[in-house]
């Protein structure tokens, strides 16, 4: 609407609507009419609306205006720092309706011309238009799982007696994916290479398939190639698949590469090929090449994390901020699942616009806490909140505030634009401060939206070493930050983990699936993994913490 200059009254109606529905736990489309029309801030045009996109799955307002505007137009909306209102200037003015056309644009310094634009926006637009081109095909692996399983399933009721695999990137469980990869091990490749050509899932390229090989794409880019050999090679082609560049040509005797050892033998399982060259098994997501081969020649690779190894959910928002569930509703929600505790921790007061908690509000969120605390026990709530780190490294809230709470996240959320000394002073700032118990999303990133801003991360995970402080892996898909690359030197360095989902609403929970996939990848344990303590050992922690 704002892209279309529609009246400013209709769009902030809108917009103030959209953000009341996101609180409610009710179902849209099981409501009628007039309950909707009762819903504050809805009147009978937008319930009319609501209805319509209930009943038809679409709304034909919304039709319109994407049939005026140019598709390049519709995906520069996903740009981060440029929004609706400039996008009509460049579109209008420049003439400008790609993604292509517009970094064009900057290059001969048209849009520093435009008012209101200037060189260092041009310049801050054409390096999000850069990131955005490279990562164009790529997908989030929680986005790329559920594709490539539709694609299991497929080859499995095409070909039964086939033995079908995710391999690659996606079996290493990297969180992003630039191609799906399958692996299917059958003596007959027609069943499955036809059921293929007949989905309307995946796109086939012609040119780049063949008897043995399918390579297309799915229906939004993500490319795929199926892979068919004779079902004793299967094994072997897993392994040779699976694993990275660096892992296969890791050196592990006489000079000679893993793959080398290898090269030539068959196999009946991937533990064949380890035995081979004299290792221990190495885990699909272990296998990049970083550190893994080392642990695997001394017999010192870790016991992974799992799910069933996690007593309890910190980092967690509610309805006392942006959250969609109440503080009830995410309590119960959490024991149901089978945990011992749960770590509430609203927006702080400067994270004005997530409806952080003011002083009253936070006595009055403590109170409830004490309440659900009797009412729900031996589940307990811990009342954290998750603290703005402010420009100058110091926490949102005066001591005595902070002092109230069980624990603290600490976690930048304004003025990203830093560079790598900035960045790391200010995050170490906030380790410094004694009130900080866990550092949240060290990079700020936003996976295949925004770069993190630059850190330093030897410097903060040593940081959190000498204080204390833990680093969370926050597990939503966007996120997984810390990034797995530099989990196992916090693991060296002595540093717990804490796998938080950063939930705003029930559902966020199963996010704390990716964080498990992004610990296994550093080669995270139960016994460096702080969730995985219980209820009491948790408390005694925070306890002695506060009293230091």
């Given at each position: 609407?704002e892209?279309h200059?529609?009246?400013?009254?209709?769009?902030?109606?809108?917009a103030?609507?959209?953000?009341?529905?996101?609180?409610?736990s009710?179902r849209?489309?099981?409501?009628?009419?007039?309950?909707?029309?009762?819903?504050?801030?809805?009147?009978?045009?937008l319930?009319?609306?609501?209805?319509?996109?209930?009943?038809t799955?679409?709304?034909?307002?919304?039709?319109?205006?994407?049939?005026q505007?140019?598709v390049g137009v519709?995906?520069?909306?996903?740009?981060?720092g440029?929004?609706?209102?400039?996008i009509?200037?460049l579109?209008?003015?420049?003439?400008?309706?790609?993604?292509?056309?517009?970094?064009?644009?900057c290059?001969?310094?048209k849009?520093a011309?435009?008012?209101?634009?200037?060189?260092k926006?041009?310049?801050s637009l054409?390096?999000?238009?850069?990131?955005?081109?490279?990562n164009?095909?790529?997908r989030?692996?929680?986005v790329a799982?559920?594709l490539?399983?539709?694609?299991?399933?497929?080859?499995?009721d095409?070909?039964?007696?086939a033995?079908?695999?995710?391999?690659?990137?996606?079996?290493?469980?990297l969180?992003i994916?630039e191609?799906?990869?399958?692996?299917?091990?059958?003596?007959?490749?027609?069943?499955?290479?036809q059921?293929l050509?007949?989905?309307?899932?995946?796109?086939?390229?012609?040119?780049r398939?063949?008897?043995?090989?399918?390579?297309g794409?799915?229906e939004?880019?993500?490319?795929?190639?199926v892979?068919?050999?004779?079902?004793?090679?299967?094994?072997?082609?897993?392994w040779l698949?699976?694993?990275?560049?660096?892992?296969?040509?890791?050196v592990?005797?006489?000079?000679?590469s893993?793959?080398?050892?290898?090269d030539g033998?068959?196999?009946?399982?991937?533990q064949e090929?380890?035995?081979?060259?004299?290792?221990?098994?190495?885990?699909?997501?272990?296998?990049?090449?970083?550190?893994?081969?080392?642990?695997a020649?001394?017999g010192?690779?870790p016991?992974?994390?799992t799910?069933?190894?996690?007593?309890?959910?910190?980092h967690?928002h509610?309805?006392?901020?942006?959250?969609r569930?109440?503080?009830?509703?995410?309590?119960?929600?959490?024991?149901?699942?089978?945990?011992?505790?749960?770590g509430?921790?609203?927006?702080?007061?400067?994270?004005?616009?997530?409806?952080?908690?003011?002083?009253?509000?936070?006595?009055?969120?403590?109170?409830?806490?004490?309440?659900l605390n009797?009412?729900?026990?031996p589940?307990?709530?811990?009342?954290?909140?998750e603290?703005?780190?402010?420009?100058?490294?110091?926490l949102?809230?005066?001591d005595?505030?902070?002092?109230?709470?069980?624990?603290?996240?600490?976690?930048?959320?304004?003025?990203?634009?830093?560079?790598?000394d900035?960045?790391?002073q200010?995050?170490?700032?906030?380790?410094?401060n004694?009130y900080?118990?866990?550092?949240?999303h060290?990079?700020?990133?936003?996976?295949?939206?925004?770069e993190?801003y630059?850190?330093?991360h030897?410097?903060?995970?040593?940081?959190?070493a000498?204080?204390?402080?833990?680093?969370?892996?926050?597990?939503?898909?966007w996120?997984?930050?810390?990034?797995?690359r530099?989990?196992?030197?916090?693991?060296?360095?002595?540093?717990?983990l804490?796998?938080?989902?950063?939930?705003h609403?029930?559902?966020?929970?199963?996010?704390?699936?990716?964080g498990?996939?992004?610990?296994?990848?550093?080669?995270?344990t139960a016994?460096?993994?702080?969730?995985?303590?219980?209820?009491?050992d948790?408390?005694?922690?925070?306890d002695?913490?506060?009293?230091?």
């Amino acid at each position: 609407m704002e892209l279309h200059n529609e009246n400013p009254f209709k769009t902030r109606t809108m917009a103030n609507a959209s953000f009341k529905l996101e609180k409610l736990s009710d179902r849209l489309e099981d409501l009628s009419r007039d309950q909707l029309e009762s819903i504050e801030g809805i009147g009978k045009s937008l319930a009319a609306n609501i209805r319509e996109i209930a009943d038809t799955c679409t709304l034909a307002y919304y039709k319109d205006l994407l049939a005026q505007t140019p598709v390049g137009v519709a995906e520069m909306l996903e740009l981060k720092g440029i929004g609706p209102k400039k996008i009509r200037t460049l579109w209008k003015e420049l003439d400008v309706e790609t993604i292509p056309a517009l970094l064009q644009a900057c290059e001969d310094h048209k849009v520093a011309a435009l008012k209101g634009f200037g060189k260092k926006t041009e310049e801050s637009l054409k390096q999000n238009l850069l990131f955005k081109m490279a990562n164009a095909n790529k997908r989030h692996y929680a986005v790329a799982l559920p594709l490539a399983t539709e694609i299991i399933k497929l080859l499995e009721d095409s070909a039964p007696k086939a033995v079908v695999s995710f391999t690659g990137e996606l079996r290493r469980k990297l969180d992003i994916i630039e191609k799906v990869d399958i692996l299917v091990g059958a003596e007959q490749t027609s069943e499955l290479m036809q059921a293929l050509d007949e989905s309307e899932l995946v796109i086939k390229d012609e040119f780049r398939s063949g008897p043995f090989s399918w390579r297309g794409k799915f229906e939004d880019g993500l490319p795929l190639e199926v892979v068919v050999c004779p079902p004793e090679k299967f094994s072997r082609q897993l392994w040779l698949t699976t694993g990275s560049t660096l892992h296969l040509a890791s050196v592990i005797s006489d000079g000679r590469s893993l793959a080398e050892l290898v090269d030539g033998k068959m196999i009946g399982s991937e533990q064949e090929a380890y035995e081979i060259a004299g290792l221990k098994y190495v885990e699909p997501e272990m296998r990049e090449g970083l550190f893994e081969i080392p642990l695997a020649k001394e017999g010192k690779l870790p016991k992974l994390i799992t799910e069933k190894d996690l007593k309890g959910i910190l980092h967690v928002h509610s309805t006392y901020s942006d959250g969609r569930h109440s503080l009830r509703e995410m309590a119960e929600y959490c024991r149901e699942l089978g945990y011992e505790y749960l770590g509430i921790t609203d927006h702080s007061r400067s994270a004005f616009y997530a409806n952080g908690l003011d002083v009253e509000r936070i006595k009055e969120q403590h109170e409830e806490i004490d309440a659900l605390n009797t009412e729900m026990a031996p589940f307990r709530i811990f009342k954290g909140i998750e603290s703005d780190i402010l420009s100058d490294g110091s926490l949102d809230y005066e001591d005595e505030v902070l002092a109230s709470f069980d624990f603290i996240v600490a976690s930048i959320h304004g003025n990203l634009s830093m560079d790598i000394d900035k960045a790391t002073q200010r995050l170490i700032g906030a380790i410094k401060n004694p009130y900080t118990t866990m550092l949240g999303h060290p990079t700020g990133r936003l996976l295949l939206r925004r770069e993190g801003y630059p850190i330093d991360h030897r410097a903060v995970i040593d940081a959190c070493a000498e204080h204390g402080v833990i680093i969370e892996i926050n597990s939503n898909p966007w996120r997984l930050d810390i990034d797995w690359r530099w989990v196992h030197y916090a693991i060296e360095k002595g540093v717990a983990l804490s796998i938080n989902p950063d939930a705003h609403e029930k559902d966020g929970y199963e996010d704390m699936y990716w964080g498990i996939c992004t610990g296994r990848k550093g080669g995270l344990t139960a016994e460096k993994t702080f969730n995985a303590l219980s209820a009491d050992d948790v408390a005694a922690h925070f306890d002695s913490r506060k009293k230091a």
